[in-house]
């Protein structure tokens, strides 16, 4: 009787994950609290999972990973994507009508990206082979750290970038040192906080732990002015601050504080706005059931221990019942001050960014072949 409860709470919360209201999940006009007189929908070619966007320094783009191991760039006056560039050498069997998802290790996934000013240079942080950069004219991106650091550290889920233009110096998460992406759900049934914020100097080529202990860390940002990074804490669905700038730093010393928390979903990448302030990606909204979950990982560690494939279930549930949504932090408070939600019959499996360019909202999924495109 206990191990039938087990699975049957576990498979609950799973499901809860989602917005299991038993409409269906389309994609489409979206309301907020500014209205959007236009969008559409950008496909992508050959794979799915537009994760992050970035734009060049000429302002083209933008450029995005997805679930092949390619990063592409869109053309605007051709109205189509390009491949830029890939993180491996080995594309044998990597494109092609299949799930990527069970090759990802071997072809790569790119997921933050970030341009250096100064170069030109794109950084890629990819979930299976660390750290990269790949030049102007694209192609095949240089490691720069590879998953083994040194013989005590290494990288197991690199997932987000950002770039000080002003040092070089770059900023990046690695999720977790137990779980890769392609079992990325592990991370937040366990309870797992092997996550890591990390600095990456390319001057000294010294990499530093800036903090740890994180469960899931995901999407990372730096401050307008560079006093601070904020970093998502997926698992607990918070935002975490560190500060740079020694004189900043709370009266209790600490280097971080939480600039916010209870956050109606699971955070996912970070990104600025023109209009101030930050837009954070929710994964998916939570109900009464993740919130139990999340204040009892024990229940979560059982279910990975019976014979179930929890992402199959995450991935069937998130393609048919999809509550992906993004808020607009305040800058000084860290309050919602905008919401971007899909309207009944026409929800997001997820989001996981939101980047405000020229007025307008590029909305990027892990889930789906396209990327949405919101005009301010």
């Known amino acids: 009787m206990k191990h039938f ?151 197991g889920f690199t997932n987000s970038v950002d770039i000080d233009q002003q040092t070089g110096v770059v900023y990046f998460t690695d999720s977790s040192s137990v779980y890769q992406r392609r079992n990325y759900i592990g991370v937040i049934m366990s309870g797992d906080r092997t996550g890591r914020l990390m600095k990456y100097d390319p001057n000294t080529n010294q990499v530093t732990t800036l903090l740890s202990n994180l469960a899931f860390a995901n999407g990372v940002v730096l401050s307008q002015n560079g006093d601070y990074l904020l970093v998502s804490e997926t698992a607990t669905s918070r935002i975490l601050r560190y500060w740079l700038n020694d004189t900043s730093v709370s009266k209790s010393h600490d280097k971080y504080d939480i600039f916010a928390e209870g956050l109606p979903g699971f955070p996912d990448n970070i990104k600025r706005s023109p209009r101030g302030g930050f837009w954070v990606g929710l994964n998916t909204k939570h109900s009464k059931l993740t919130e139990l979950a999340m204040s009892n990982a024990w229940l979560g560690r059982a279910a990975l221990g019976l014979p179930v494939d929890w992402m199959k279930v995450h991935s069937y549930w998130a393609k048919y019942k999809g509550n992906g949504m993004a808020v607009r932090l305040n800058e000084d408070s860290g309050l919602i001050s905008e919401v971007f939600e899909g309207t009944n019959g026409n929800k997001w499996i997820s989001i996981s960014e939101v980047e405000e360019r020229d007025g307008t909202l590029w909305v990027g999924s892990v889930n789906t072949p396209f990327a949405g495109v919101y005009e301010i």
């Open 5 to 155: 409860l087990v699975v049957a709470i576990s498979f609950a919360l799973l499901l809860s994950y989602f917005d299991y209201s038993g409409e269906s999940s389309k994609h489409g006009e979206s309301t907020l609290t500014v209205h959007f007189p236009d969008f559409h929908l950008i496909p992508t070619t050959g794979a799915l999972g537009p994760e992050s966007f970035a734009f060049d320094i000429s302002g083209d783009g933008p450029y995005t990973g997805l679930s092949d191991g390619r990063i592409v760039k869109w053309i605007a006056n051709e109205s189509r994507w390009m491949d830029f560039a890939v993180t491996t050498p080995t594309r044998e069997g990597c494109e092609g009508p299949h799930e990527h998802q069970r090759t990802e290790h071997v072809c790569g996934r790119p997921l933050g990206l970030a341009f250096e000013k100064s170069t030109g240079d794109l950084y890629i942080a990819d979930a299976y082979m660390g750290l990269l950069k790949v030049g102007r004219e694209g192609g095949l991106a240089n490691q720069v750290l590879t998953r083994q650091l040194d013989e005590s550290i290494s990288l």
